[in-house]
T-cell receptor, first 112, second 112 residues
Framework: SQTIHQWPATLVQPVGSPLSLECTVE??????LYWYRQAAGRGLQLLFY??????ISSEVPQNLSASRPQDRQFILSSKKLLLSDSGFYLC???????????FGPGTRLTVT | KQEVTQIPAALSVPEGENLVLNCSFT??????LQWFRQDPGKGLTSLLL?????REQTSGRLNASLDKSSGRSTLYIAASQPGDSATYLC???????????FGKGTSLLVTP
């Protein structure tokens, strides 16, 4: 069976510090990978998606970037965090040729 | 851009009642519509996915319908239980098929 992991589960970082969130998927190959953010009082927003190693598409301009160094690894980064980056970050995956997405447990980021 | 709206924002029902959650979307050119459940502080659990060629999907006590022409979907929960208490999210994809556009959810409380 397939599983998706995210870490850390929670993170408190000061404004201006760097960020690295990691997501890995097990039990499948060549997945599509996604990063979403859920901010307080707002719906989930797609930040990035990837259809292969090194292939990243950004949905919204922001202070964040994403990378996919390995087939089943997806990393969300920032060089300098802003207060507005606080939120619940969710990673998801889908099989090639399928649009059904499966979500990880999420990372709660608080920028102080 | 696909806009997704969910009504009501919150719902409280006694155990045993049948209930309907509503979702509307602005762009009928979708590939799929997906319903999720989110427990507080947790990731999303996929409940049902309806492909654009389908009218409904069923899983246990859950039934989801899709009417593309009117831009609506409903999630029907039969014989509700306290364990059904959670936030239910509806998501419709975009023309690219990759981005899921989420509503803000319906927060459901089933009281014993």
């Amino acid at each position: 069976s397939q599983t998706i992991h995210q870490w850390p589960a929670t993170l408190v970082q000061p404004v201006g510090s760097p960020l690295s969130l990691e997501c890995t998927v097990e039990g499948t190959s060549n997945p599509n990978l996604y990063w979403y953010r859920q901010a307080a009082g707002r719906g989930l927003q797609l930040l990035f998606y990837s259809v292969g190693i090194g292939q990243i598409s950004s949905e919204v301009p922001q202070n964040l970037s994403a990378s996919r160094p390995q087939d089943r690894q997806f990393i969300l980064s920032s060089k300098k965090l802003l207060l507005s980056d606080s939120g619940f970050y969710l990673c998801a995956w889908s099989r090639r040729g399928s649009y059904e997405q499966y979500f990880g447990p999420g990372t709660r980021l608080t920028v102080t | 851009k696909q806009e997704v709206t969910q009504i009501p924002a919150a719902l409280s029902v006694p155990e045993g009642e049948n209930l309907v959650l509503n979702c509307s979307f602005t762009d009928s050119a979708i590939y799929n519509l997906q319903w999720f459940r989110q427990d507080p502080g947790k990731g999303l659990t996929s409940l049902l996915l309806i492909q654009s060629s389908q009218r409904e999907q069923t899983s246990g006590r859950l039934n989801a319908s899709l009417d593309k022409s009117s831009g609506r979907s409903t999630l029907y929960i039969a014989a509700s239980q306290p364990g059904d208490s959670a936030t239910y999210l509806c998501a419709a994809d975009s023309n690219s098929g990759y981005a899921l556009n989420f509503g803000k959810g319906t927060s459901l409380l089933v009281t014993p």
